[in-house]
């Protein structure tokens, strides 16, 4: 045995009907153990992981110190449990920095933030709800605790409500379930609010979730109208206007449509559509 999933020379053509390139099977374990990790999006124990990802827990445990070796998980010395290392952090931020939406982005956002005078964080979609991917700071003193990798609520932020307003229910994160806690009342006014998102193609926070903070928030979709990105401008409520039609709207939808007719043009890969 050689640890090979397949008897096909890897030096042959891939594309040949009905046969595949050689895998190593070692590695597609080792996949299985990182994937279980990935679905459960929390710090597991050596036997949680093992038996998400269909392991004898001896099986499982080589596997774990190699990958804990090389970065891809860390070990709580505390706990037990693992979690995702820094180099599968640092995967995750070059995966990120090559994704043409995100690319085309940053140097938009940053000019934003020096145009306004206000902070403006990108968005993406991840499993527990929208993430900040990047926070651009600005001339306006903000006092919010956000930074990259903060998760905004998807019933009290305009992010959250802006990934709603323009995905399907089936898409949203579980979270927002137990952020509604079944108040008929609550999911009223919270349907209120993705009507009126989706009529102004934006949407906004006054004073919430932090007092004396408010937002605006505007989606980016792709060419097949998926919403690839969020853009979401954030500061004090004494200085940010946060009128439909005003400035600060305008300059946040003009910056929306800018990036969204970049990554018009390329595919889902990032190479130019012919």
């Not at 979690?83 to 995967?91: D, N, Y």
């Not at 349907?191 to 906004?204: I, K, N, Q």
């Not at 060419?223 to 709207?249: K, Q």
Request: charged share 15%.
């Amino acid at each position: 045995m050689d640890g090979t999933t397949d008897a096909t020379d890897g030096t042959e053509a891939a594309g040949q009907s009905g046969r595949a390139s050689r895998g190593v099977q070692s590695v597609d374990v080792a996949a299985r153990v990182l994937q279980a990790l990935a679905q459960a999006r929390r710090p597991l124990s050596p036997g949680d992981i093992a038996t998400l990802a269909g392991l004898p827990p001896a099986q499982a445990h080589p596997y774990l110190v190699s990958l804990t070796r090389l970065g891809l998980l860390k070990r709580d010395p505390m706990s037990g449990d693992y979690a995702p290392g820094p180099m599968t952090l640092r995967l995750a931020l070059l995966h990120l920095e090559n994704d043409p939406a995100y690319r085309a982005a940053v140097p938009r956002v940053v000019a934003l933030a020096r145009e306004t005078g206000f902070c403006v964080a990108i968005c993406t979609r991840a499993p527990q709800g929208p993430v900040v991917v990047h926070f651009e700071r600005a001339a306006f003193p903000l006092h919010v605790n956000l930074h990259v990798g903060s998760v905004m609520s998807l019933t009290t932020t305009s992010t959250g409500r802006a990934f709603c307003a323009f995905t399907p229910q089936t898409q949203w994160p579980q979270a927002w379930h137990e952020q509604m806690a079944g108040d008929t009342e609550e999911r009223t006014r919270f349907d209120t609010l993705l009507g009126e998102t989706r009529e102004h193609g934006m949407s906004r926070s006054v004073n919430t979730p932090s007092p004396s903070v408010s937002s605006l928030c505007a989606p980016v979709f792709d060419a097949s109208g998926r919403l690839r990105l969020a853009l979401t401008a954030i500061g004090p409520t004494a200085a940010l206007d946060v009128a439909w039609e005003g400035a600060a709207a305008s300059a946040l939808r003009a910056t929306a449509a800018a990036i969204a007719a970049q990554i018009g043009t390329s595919g889902s890969d990032g190479e130019v559509a012919a």
